[in-house]
């Protein structure tokens, strides 16, 4: 009886010792959905990089077009002439200085567009900033507004 105990309790153990590892393929699994999680992670931070510099361009371009707009209700009515379309006031260039050198960032375009609401009474001011960014070549930014003869 002793020895039928010994061999029973050594079974035991031996099926205890193999179920206190993992298996391969339990490792191979556990690797494979932590590498897609970590792509999923790393994916997500190019993006938010990518729109982070969108959003960055788009305040630049917002802070360009007020500064436009608010120097155009300084003139007076009279020196707001009708331009009859699109008139291109200036482009700014963002330079970006790194330990390599400077290399320009963006290029932004401001154009202006003034046009008789009622004449002599009303005038439409409408200021456009146009850019490229490296999704979107032709991202536009619009600020409008209505001037009156006071």
Sequence with gaps: MAVVRRLRAARRRRREEGRAGFTLLEVVIALGVLTFGLLGVAAMQLYSLRQGQVGKHTTQASILAQDQVENLMRSTFTALVPTGGWQNVTTVTNSIVTNSGTREDVAFSVDQR??????????????????????DPNRALVISTLRYDY
């Design 114 to 135: 003034i046009s008789n609401v009622t004449v002599g009474f009303t005038k439409s001011v409408d200021v456009r900033v146009t850019w490229a960014d490296q999704d």
